[in-house]
């Protein structure tokens, strides 16, 4: 198993909601987190968004990225809603062995659930394991149907993840594919 990130500042910062861009290699990071952020607030409760700093970092050359307002995800199932939660409350606080392992149950019991994969994919992506996180995020994108929003954000997960594997060619199609959903907008 990978251990926990020891240190949060070695991870992109989530923005808030707002208009972060499609940026270039660095900054990707932080405006996949600021998408990531906002793909996943499930459970029993609305998330009012990021508890992290509002900074995007470098600006692109891109357009921004609209990603304004919280993707509103009920779950119907208590058990998965609490592993969503405990597995949230892991990954805020760094604990990222425990959230994958919430996540994991979640998906055992929820499997056509397109969000959960997309955070599975988040995580896994922070522990630095970029083949099973561009799997998952693939897998979500198969699940998601009309959603752009939670495409848009996996993209951008498959473009960090081909990025950090060496990549380029693969990277910059999947930011082309984020870059084609944000501008046939992102919605839903």
Not at 100 to 108: C, D, F, G, N, Y
Request: charged residues 30%; hydrophobic residues 40%.
């Amino acid at each position: 198993m990978r251990a926990a990130n020891p240190s949060p500042s070695a991870h992109p910062r989530v923005p808030a909601a707002g208009c972060p861009r499609i940026p270039s290699t660095p900054s990707l990071l932080l405006a996949l987190a600021a998408a990531l952020a906002l793909a996943g607030c499930a459970g029993t409760a609305e998330s009012p968004g990021s508890e992290e700093p509002s900074e995007v970092g470098q600006p692109s050359e891109r357009a921004p990225a609209r990603t304004d307002g919280v993707v509103r995800h009920q779950v119907d199932n208590r058990a998965v809603a609490l592993l969503w939660d405990d597995a949230e409350q892991a990954r805020r606080s760094g604990d990222l062995d425990t959230a994958v392992t919430k996540l994991e149950r979640a998906v055992r019991l929820a499997p056509e659930d397109p969000v959960l994969w997309s955070r599975l994919a988040e995580v896994r992506l922070r522990q630095d394991d970029f083949a099973v996180a561009e799997n998952l995020a693939a897998k979500s994108n198969a699940l998601a149907g009309d959603g752009r929003l939670l495409r848009y954000r996996n993209w951008l997960i498959i473009a960090v993840a081909r990025e950090q594997r060496g990549d380029e060619e693969g990277a910059v199609q999947a930011r082309e594919e984020a870059e084609r959903l944000e501008t046939e907008g992102l919605d839903s």
